[in-house]
Nanobody
Framework: QVQLVESGGRLVQVGDSLRLSCAASGRTFSRYGMGWFRQAPGKERGAVAGINWIGASICYEDCMKGRFTISRDNAKNTVYLQMNSLKSEDTAVYFC?????????????????WGQGTQVTVSS
């Protein structure tokens, strides 16, 4: 079983920065594609960013605008999401997910394992 545990979410102010972490179990983390998703109240879960097993990143939503950056440290079995210039609309539960094929698509259904999520709240 692959277990993913997100951490780093907290209450912050508009304009603040925050780094989320996702620690993964298992010996084959470096072969997985990893993705960050978020789900705000009343909305569907949507992709924020992904990074494949080679380390190439793919940006979705605000990541494409340069505010969010995904990275991974295979030595630590950890994937990160660096969030800068946070806005109130970034408030959501943030999830990390693993794809055993090593790719990082935007569709939630393409991922095999999910963490429990970490709450990020950005006050106006």
């Amino acid at each position: 079983q692959v277990q993913l545990v997100e951490s780093g979410g907290r209450l912050v102010q508009v304009g603040d920065s925050l780094r989320l972490s996702c620690a993964a179990s298992g010996r084959t983390f470096s072969r997985y594609g990893m993705g960050w998703f978020r789900q705000a109240p009343g909305k569907e879960r949507g992709a924020v960013a992904g990074i494949n097993w080679i380390g190439a990143s793919i940006c979705y939503e605000d990541c494409m605008k340069g505010r969010f950056t995904i990275s991974r440290d295979n030595a630590k079995n950890t994937v990160y999401l660096q969030m800068n210039s946070l806005k109130s609309e970034d408030t959501a539960v943030y999830f990390c997910a693993a794809n055993v094929r090593g790719v990082a698509p935007s569709a939630p259904g393409e991922y095999d394992y999910w963490g429990q999520g970490t709450q990020v709240t950005v006050s106006s």
